[in-house]
């Protein structure tokens, strides 16, 4: 699956445009928590089977989502300076970035 075909893209998109100011997640961590949830189950496997060097893929597609939905583009100055990133393109893909590594945690290891 292309990176930019995740379903999560379409499915978010749909029906939302910013999430609550009042609910906005001000760290990387709740951010992270955010889009984690709204994944389906193939879309995490399909993102945590990707290198890091794929992730660049979702710049305009889930990073597009995070900027719009968690309120980057709209003044989430907490969770901007959290990521310690100058602008939104830059702090939604360490947010991504972040999500790729906790979804690589949640898989079960073999041994």
Not at 86 to 107: C, F, G, H, K, Q
Request: charged share 25%; with cysteine.
């Amino acid at each position: 699956m292309e990176p930019t075909s995740c379903s999560v893209i379409m499915g978010l998109a749909e029906g939302r445009t910013v999430m609550s100011q009042k609910r906005w997640p001000t760290t990387i961590d709740e951010a992270v928590g955010v889009v984690i949830a709204a994944l389906s189950d193939e879309d995490k496997a399909t993102i945590s089977a990707m290198s890091e060097a794929e992730l660049i893929g979702f710049h305009m597609s889930l990073g597009a989502w995070i900027r719009n939905y968690l309120g980057l583009w709209k003044g989430n100055r907490l969770l901007l300076e959290s990521t310690g990133e100058p602008n939104t393109d830059d702090a939604s893909m360490v947010i991504i970035v972040a999500v790729w590594e906790r979804l690589r945690e949640m898989v079960p290891k073999v041994h």
